[in-house]
């Protein structure tokens, strides 16, 4: 990684962590252009669509990412992703609420965006345990030193 892909990595994550999800993905697209074959760039820029609630742009960026991946011969790798991306990128319908429901608490955007967050590093953590137990990680041996 470049110095300037890695100075515009940061800037993204710094921009993000302020709430300007639209900044980093400016940020992150200038680091796909100057990149376009580093994976963690497709990666995080289709992260930074989803938290921004763009679905079809997480999708065709997600697409990309994994589109990379298998050509690199990361078939396993692609296909944990590949799940990982059904499970995060699904359209969630729209309910309406009858007028006579109960008044109900709705979230702050702060709240929402959050749980998104909450959300995506929880997904990334059983996409994680996934690929460790698919590979046959020791991790999970009983007994004898780590």
Do not use: C, W
Request: aromatic share 4%.
């Amino acid at each position: 990684m470049t110095g300037e892909l890695g100075a515009l990595l940061n800037d993204a994550a710094t921009v993000s962590r302020a709430g300007d999800h639209s900044a980093a993905i400016a940020t992150l697209s200038s680091a796909a252009r100057l990149g376009p074959d580093d994976l963690t760039v497709h990666r995080r820029l289709a992260a930074a669509y989803a938290v921004a609630g763009d679905l079809e742009g997480a999708r065709r960026e997600y697409h990309r990412f994994i589109t990379r991946l298998a050509l690199r011969g990361s078939i396993q790798a692609a296909a944990i992703e590949r799940s990982y991306a059904k499970v995060l990128l699904v359209p969630r319908p729209i309910t309406q609420v009858p007028t006579e429901a109960p008044a109900r608490h709705e979230l702050t955007e702060d709240q929402a965006r959050a749980l998104r967050r909450v959300a995506v590093a929880v997904i990334a953590i059983a996409a994680t345990v996934t690929a460790m137990i698919v590979a046959g990680a020791q991790i999970f041996a009983s007994g004898g030193a780590v």
